[in-house]
């Protein structure tokens, strides 16, 4: 066993790079960790959820220079306004509905082939 760096810095295009060879390969997070020598799989979770977030420019990494970076910044915080904060509500709504209405779908082709099973059976049984 060696010894690793603790704060190894990935290019972007080593980690499409990974990325790519993963969904090529049908591998999964385990088996491209090995291959790429890499130190956790959780990584490889991470830089894909960033992609499919924010694209190639999610897997770029961006330090701020301290130097540059103002030493205080007050951010004004707003309340938001009740058209946003309905439009929250409906968004919400509207994905609560999708995810029963998926649930619904799944239950009703689920009964559909109990039912056609249990026809089966019973044809069976007759003859």
Do not use: C
Not at 6 to 13: G, P, R, V
Not at 88 to 104: G, I, T, V
């Amino acid at each position: 066993l060696k010894p690793r760096p603790m704060n190894l810095e990935y290019s972007s295009e080593f980690k499409i790079e990974v990325l790519n060879w993963k969904q090529q390969h049908q591998a999964s997070l385990s088996e491209t960790a090995l291959h790429f020598n890499l130190s956790s799989p959780s990584t490889i979770w991470q830089w894909q959820r960033k992609f499919d977030l924010k694209g190639l420019s999610g897997l770029n990494r961006v330090r701020g220079d301290p130097k540059t970076m103002a030493k205080h910044k007050h951010k004004k915080v707003t309340k938001p306004t009740t058209a946003q904060i309905q439009a929250r509500h409906d968004k919400d709504e509207l994905k609560q509905l999708k995810q029963e209405n998926k649930m619904l779908r799944i239950e009703n082709e689920f009964l559909k082939k109990l039912d056609a099973l249990d026809h089966e059976k019973s044809a069976h049984a007759k003859s």
